[in-house]
């Protein structure tokens, strides 16, 4: 994640790793879907190992 004017990091690693660290493993009604929350993240552990990332109805896998 940088600053695409200056190109100047704004997060460094370990930001962006707590982003998709879970924090939270009870979502209720949402447990149906992902495994877990992160720092403002959805995050499901798929079967084939990656893991997929969801804000706003939109979702990433890495």
Do not use: C
């Amino acid at each position: 994640m940088s600053n695409f004017h200056k190109n100047q990091k704004v997060l460094n690693s370990k930001s962006i790793n707590m982003l998709y660290t879970p924090t939270i493993n009870k979502l209720g009604i949402y447990s149906l879907v992902f495994d877990s929350y992160g720092l403002g993240y959805y995050l499901d552990n798929l079967s084939n190992g990656n893991q997929a990332i969801s804000h706003g109805g939109i979702a990433e896998t890495i």
